[in-house]
């Protein structure tokens, strides 16, 4: 099983970046999909989740400012991340979960700075 987090980098506040995770290796229809990121010397925090069954949650500090989707076609997840603000520079980290197993990427840089 791979989860491949692409996308990230570096932008100035108030800017956009859409980040990508590649899957294989597993039925990814049949896994509910997150993101999560990791400050440095924070705990790793949720970000989003896309169920098998259409629903959609957030974490309230993405809200109105983050969109996750998936294509299930393409097994790929993505967070589309706008209004980005310096907090939230982090690890973003791609995650699939059901009942029976769980898997993450290795994750992708996200620096929101001047």
């Known amino acids: 099983v791979q989860l491949v987090e692409s996308g990230g980098g570096l932008v100035q506040p108030g800017g956009s970046l859409k980040l990508s995770c590649a899957v294989s290796?597993?039925?990814?229809?049949?896994?509910?999909m997150s993101w999560y990121h990791q400050a440095p010397g924070k705990e790793r925090e949720w970000v989003s989740t896309f169920y098998t069954d259409g629903r959609i949650y957030y974490a309230d500090s993405a809200k109105g400012r983050f969109t996750i989707s998936r294509d299930n076609a393409q097994n790929t997840v993505f967070l589309q991340m706008n209004s980005l603000k310096p907090e939230d520079t982090a690890v973003y980290l791609c995650?699939?979960?059901?009942?029976?197993?769980?898997?993450w990427g290795q994750g992708t840089q996200v620096t929101v700075s001047i």
């Open positions: 995650n699939a979960h059901n009942t029976w197993s769980e898997f």
């Open positions: 290796g597993l039925a990814f229809s049949a896994y509910h």
